[in-house]
């Protein structure tokens, strides 16, 4: 049972236009929701977060924006650059255990 | 670079076997993390160790056993080892393992049991 989905496996984007990276959850417990970035060879690394009690979060080029009665979240990154080519997670938290739920990655490739 | 350490970086090792993986957090941080990704999969969370005691259990199999030391360095062991215990196995930090800590993640290690 798959509480976080990422459904694209993978995205092409140009470089310098809009990447959107989706993210779905089927359990309403989740109050705490983050993304992160995954070279090849490397361990994630963390990239933005959002709490439940939000519906938007911006940091830089990114943004998390969180839809609590679609539950739904989505990684915008804008202006795409070629260093933004990578593995993004979606991971998610509940209030009742430290564990952190992750969705399976989406690969992102930014075309020049 | 993250701060955290793994060895080894690749194991390839034979079904029925044990192996050690091994961990050292960033400096000062209290709380290490490990993970399992199988491919084309997200992270499965296996355990957590806060400050040298168990903090958080998950998916984690019996054959595996995890221990936090006092210099706080971690080591997963993983026995009677299988085909499909083939993965990245992920090891992390954080401060004090608090629920909204950001974790900082090693570059992992790759087990091939074949």
């Known amino acids: 049972d798959q509480q976080v989905k990422q459904n694209s496996p993978s995205l092409s984007v140009q470089e310098g236009r809009i990447s959107i990276l989706n993210c779905d959850y089927t359990n309403s417990m989740f109050d705490y929701f983050l993304w992160y970035k995954k070279y090849p060879a490397e361990g994630p690394t963390f990239l933005i977060s959002?709490?439940?009690i939000k519906d938007k979060n911006e940091d830089g080029r990114f943004t998390v924006f969180l839809n609590k009665s679609a539950k739904h979240l989505s990684l915008h990154i804008v202006p795409s650059q070629p260093g933004d080519s990578a593995v993004y997670f979606c991971a998610a938290r509940s209030d009742s255990n430290y564990q952190l739920i992750w969705g399976a990655g989406t690969k992102l490739i930014i075309k020049p | 670079d993250s701060g955290v350490t793994q060895t080894p970086k690749h194991l390839i090792t034979a079904t029925g076997q044990r192996v050690t993986l091994r961990c050292s957090p960033r400096?000062?941080?209290?709380?290490v993390y490990w993970y399992q990704q199988s491919l084309d999969q997200g992270l499965q969370f296996l355990i957590q160790?806060?400050?040298?005691?168990?903090?958080a259990k998950g998916n984690i199999l019996e054959r595996f056993s995890a221990q936090q030391f006092p210099d706080l360095h971690s080591e997963l062991n993983l026995s009677s080892l299988e085909l499909g215990d083939s993965a990245l196995y992920f090891c992390?930090?954080?401060?004090?393992?608090?629920?909204?800590?950001?974790?900082?993640f090693g570059p992992g290690t790759r087990l091939l049991v074949l």
């Open positions: 400096s000062g941080d209290l709380s």
């Open positions: 959002i709490s439940s």
């Open positions: 160790y806060y400050n040298g005691e168990e903090r």
């Open positions: 992390a930090s954080s401060v004090s393992g608090g629920e909204q800590e950001t974790q900082y």
